[in-house]
Nanobody
């Protein structure tokens, strides 16, 4: 079993910043790609940013230059620094990870989500 636990969401004014964290735990042998996805009400879940175990990153065009994804492999944790937030960034943000378990089973796991609300 693998668990992903997100933290750091909340209410922020437009132009503000938030930092999301996601810690993976359980029967983990290694983690390949980790990422963040967002889902606004009535919308499909969509990619925000991903990062490989080697540090290669990919961002949605809408967040380039504003958001930064990073990870601490020793802690099995991925972060999302969100700056210059806009009302349209309001969504539930989900952590995702491609995990190889101790039993060498490859699993794609999701966190429970954390709410980010950008409003004045």
């Amino acid at each position: 079993q693998v668990q992903l636990v997100e933290s750091g969401g909340g209410l922020v004014q437009p132009g503000g910043s938030l930092r999301l964290s996601c810690a993976a735990s359980g029967s983990i042998f290694s983690i390949n790609t980790m990422g963040w996805y967002s889902q606004a009400p009535g919308e499909q879940r969509e990619l925000v940013a991903t990062i490989t175990s080697y540090g290669f990153t990919n961002y949605a065009d809408s967040v380039k230059g504003r958001f930064t994804i990073s990870r601490d492999n020793a802690k099995n944790t991925v972060y999302l620094q969100m700056n210059s937030l806009k009302p349209e960034d309001t969504a539930v943000y989900y952590c995702n990870a491609d995990v190889k378990t101790i039993a060498r089973v490859i699993m794609n796991s999701w966190g429970q989500g954390t709410q980010v609300t950008v409003s004045s």
